[in-house]
C-alpha cells in the first residue's frame, strides 16, 4: 500500500466512524422528518426580530421548518398489510426513509458532496412523478412554470434582503479570475455570486420585466429549481436535512382584492394533491400580525388577514389560530400533517408578502391606485379616470413543500408498498424459458406495453411513425424484464420482494395464444380496491362471453386461440358489475396493447 493510499483508508476510515456516529446518535427519530407538535413560536425567539422574521419565518416555499426533538416516539401510518413483528411483544419498528431508500435503490449520499442526496433511477421516477403530477395541475390552477439561474450576484440578494440576514446560510460563489468586488455602486462583472437558496427573488424579477396591468394579474409562476442552503454538516439527514433540494416553489403576484380567491385556489390545491398522495388528515392554522414589528399599513394587514379567514372558512377544513405569529412582511397559512399516531408535520406554508414587492419596486398600472392598493372597489368615475402604479401582493406558495422531505414522508408512508403511479416498480416481465421466441415475443410486449410506434411503409403515415421507430406521447410505464435462465419461482418470488405493482409471466402458451398471464394482485388499494375495477371486469366478461360463442360454434376448436384487441373494444357497458376474485385477479389473461389501455387508466387516475 502506497502512503498516499495509506493516508487517504485511514482518512476514509475516519470518515466513516464519524459518519456511522452520526448515524447512531440519530438513530432516534429526532431529526428525521418535521414536525410541528410542541414548535416554539419562531417570532418570540429572543434574537433581532428583523433577522428571526426572515431566518426562521418560513417564508412558504422559502424556508423549511427546523426538525424538532418531539419527532423521537413518532411512527408513520402504515398500509394494514404490512407483517407483524414476530414476537406480538416487540414493537414493529418504524419504517426509516433512510434505510428503505438504500432497501429500494431510491437515493444514496456522497461524502463528496454531503446533504445533496443523489437519486438512482428508481428514486428519480418517484421524483418526477411527482413533479409530473403537479405540472399537470399547473394547467388547471393557472401556474406558468419559468427555469431561473442557479447563482445571482450578490446585488440581487442585497435588493431582496438576503445577504443581510441570511448570508451565513448561503454558499458564495466566485468565477474564475474575478476579484468578487463589487465596482463602486454599479453592479459589477467582478461580483461575489450567491447560491440561490429560494425563487422568490428571480420571480420578481422577471414580473419587473415587463409593465403590467391590473388586467395581467394575477400572474403565477411556478419554478422546480434546486435550492441551496449551507445546513451545519451534523444536522444532514437523509433527504429531510439537506443542502440541497427542490419545491414545487410557486409566487403568485396579485391585486389586494384577490387575496381572497388566490387563498381559496391554493387551498383547494393543497386538498387535491395530498388527497391523491394519501396523506393527511392535515389542518391549517393562521398566523396573524406580530404585535409590535410589521411592515405595511394595519388596514392592510387587516384586509389581507380578512381575505386568509374567508378562505379558510370556505375551504370547510379545520383551522386554527396562531395570534400574533405571523412573519413582519405577512399573514400566513401552514398546512400541518397529521399521521396515523396524530402527530403533526408542517409541510407547507402559503405566505403573504408585502415586503419583497417593494424591496424589487414592483408595480402595475391600474385606476384609482389608492382605493386599489386598499383591496377595495370604486364607482367613482372621477377617481378611476386616474391611473397610477398600484404595488402587487406576493403570494410564496409551496404545496408540497421540500419535494424530497414529502419522498421522505412518502417513502415511509407506503413502507415499500407504493400505489401504482408512484411505484418506481410498475411492471416485471418474467419468462418461462429463454427460447428465442419467447424473448422475441417479450421484446414486442415491451414495446406494445410502452406504445412504440413502428416506422410507417404505407406511405401514409404522419408524425413519428414516418420519420423513424419511437415511442408515442403518454405515460411511459417503468418496466423491467427478467429473462435470465432461473427457474420461475425464484424469479416469481424475487419479483414480489421487490414490490413489482404488476407480475407478467411469459411462457410458450403466452406466444402462441398472443396473450399475457397477468397479476395485477399485488396492486395496493389505499384509495381504489382494484378488485371492483370496471374495465378489468368486462374485458373478463367479453372474453368469457366471446369463448362461449366461438365453442358453440366451433366445437372442436381447442384451446389454443389467438383473440384480436378489438375483441375487447365494448368497454363502456357493464355486463355483469361484480367483485372480481382474487384468482381472476392473480391470472388475468389479456392482450399486450388491452393491458397497456388498462395500466394507463390507473396511471393517469392516481391509482
Ligand atoms: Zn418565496
Redesign the pocket.
Known amino acids: 500500500m502506497s502512503p498516499r493510499f495509506a493516508r487517504f483508508t485511514r482518512k476514509k476510515l475516519l470518515l466513516d466512524v464519524q459518519l456511522v456516529m452520526i448515524t447512531v446518535m440519530r438513530s432516534s427519530r429526532a431529526l428525521r422528518l418535521l414536525q410541528t407538535g410542541t414548535r416554539i413560536s419562531h417570532t418570540t425567539s429572543q434574537a433581532p426580530r428583523r433577522v428571526v422574521a426572515i431566518r426562521n419565518g418560513y417564508?412558504?416555499?422559502?424556508e423549511p421548518a427546523p426538525p424538532q426533538p418531539s419527532d423521537v416516539k413518532r411512527r408513520y401510518d402504515r398500509p394494514k398489510s404490512h407483517k407483524k413483528p414476530k414476537n406480538p411483544k416487540e414493537p414493529e419498528a418504524a419504517p426509516d426513509h433512510r434505510h428503505l431508500g438504500i432497501e429500494q435503490e431510491l437515493f444514496t449520499t456522497s461524502i463528496y458532496s454531503p446533504g445533496s442526496p443523489i437519486f438512482l433511477p428508481n428514486g428519480t421516477r418517484i421524483f418526477n412523478k411527482l413533479t409530473d403530477f403537479l405540472r399537470t395541475q399547473y394547467e388547471h390552477f393557472g401556474f406558468q412554470e419559468v427555469i431561473t439561474p442557479t447563482i445571482y450576484k450578490k446585488s440581487l440578494w442585497e435588493k431582496s434582503g438576503h445577504w443581510e440576514n441570511y448570508a451565513e446560510d448561503m454558499y458564495s460563489v466566485t468565477g474564475r479570475g474575478a476579484s468578487g468586488e463589487k465596482e463602486g455602486r454599479q453592479i459589477g462583472e467582478d461580483e461575489e455570486y450567491g447560491l440561490k437558496p429560494?425563487?422568490?427573488p428571480g420571480?420578481c424579477l422577471i414580473f419587473a420585466s415587463k409593465q403590467r396591468s391590473y388586467r395581467d394579474l394575477p400572474i403565477r409562476f411556478a419554478d422546480f429549481s434546486p435550492l441551496h442552503r449551507n445546513e451545519i454538516s451534523g444536522a444532514l439527514s437523509g433527504l429531510t436535512r439537506v443542502r440541497r433540494f427542490h419545491q414545487d416553489?410557486g409566487?403568485i403576484f396579485c391585486r389586494p382584492s384577490q387575496i381572497r380567491e388566490e387563498i381559496s385556489k391554493t387551498l383547494e390545491f393543497v386538498k387535491l394533491t395530498y388527497g391523491v398522495l394519501g396523506l393527511g388528515p392535515y389542518r391549517l392554522a393562521l398566523s396573524t400580525r406580530p404585535k409590535d414589528t410589521f411592515i405595511g399599513t394595519v388596514e392592510e394587514w387587516d384586509n389581507a388577514e380578512a381575505a386568509l379567514r374567508e378562505s379558510l372558512v370556505a375551504s370547510e377544513q379545520p383551522w386554527t389560530l396562531n395570534e400574533g405569529d405571523g412573519a413582519f412582511y405577512g399573514p400566513k397559512i401552514d398546512i400541518i400533517l397529521k399521521d396515523s399516531d396524530g402527530k403533526e408535520h408542517q409541510t407547507a406554508t402559503i405566505?403573504l408578502?408585502f415586503q419583497?414587492p417593494k424591496r424589487f419596486e414592483l408595480e402595475y398600472q391600474a385606476p384609482a391606485p389608492e382605493i386599489e392598493q386598499k383591496g377595495l372597489t370604486t364607482d367613482d368615475a372621477e377617481l378611476l379616470s386616474v391611473q397610477g402604479p398600484v404595488t402587487p401582493v406576493?403570494i410564496?406558495?409551496?404545496v408540497l413543500g421540500s419535494v424530497e422531505r414529502i419522498m421522505a414522508l412518502l417513502i415511509e408512508h407506503h413502507n415499500g408498498r407504493w400505489p401504482f403511479w408512484l411505484n418506481p416498480r410498475q411492471v416485471k416481465i418474467l419468462t418461462v424459458n429463454d427460447q428465442q421466441e419467447t424473448l422475441d415475443f417479450v421484446k414486442k410486449v415491451v414495446q406494445d406495453l410502452q406504445g412504440y410506434d413502428p416506422p410507417s411503409t404505407d406511405g401514409e403515415g404522419r408524425g413519428l411513425g414516418a420519420l423513424g421507430a419511437g415511442l408515442v406521447r403518454g405515460n411511459r410505464l417503468s418496466i423491467d424484464v427478467d429473462d435470465s435462465p432461473r427457474g420461475l419461482n425464484k424469479k416469481l418470488s424475487e419479483a414480489k420482494n421487490q414490490r413489482y405493482g404488476v407480475i407478467i409471466v411469459v411462457g410458450a402458451r403466452n406466444v402462441e395464444s398472443n396473450r399475457l398471464t397477468v397479476d395485477f394482485s399485488a396492486i395496493p388499494n389505499y384509495r381504489y380496491d382494484i378488485r371492483e375495477s370496471k374495465l378489468l371486469n368486462n374485458l373478463l366478461v367479453a372474453h368469457k362471453e366471446a369463448k362461449l360463442e366461438r365453442d358453440a360454434r366451433y366445437p372442436n376448436w381447442g384451446t389454443h386461440w389467438a383473440p384480436a384487441d378489438e375483441e375487447f373494444a365494448s368497454q363502456d357497458g357493464d355486463p355483469a358489475p361484480r367483485k372480481l376474485s382474487h384468482e381472476e385477479l392473480k391470472a388475468f389473461e389479456i392482450t399486450a396493447r388491452t393491458l397497456r389501455k388498462v395500466l394507463n387508466g390507473f396511471q393517469t387516475s392516481y391509482v
Do not use: T
Request: hydrophobic share 30%; glycine share 0%; net charge negative.
Open positions: 417564508c412558504s416555499a422559502c429560494m425563487n422568490c420571480h416553489d409566487h405566505q408578502d419583497l406576493l410564496h406558495r409551496a
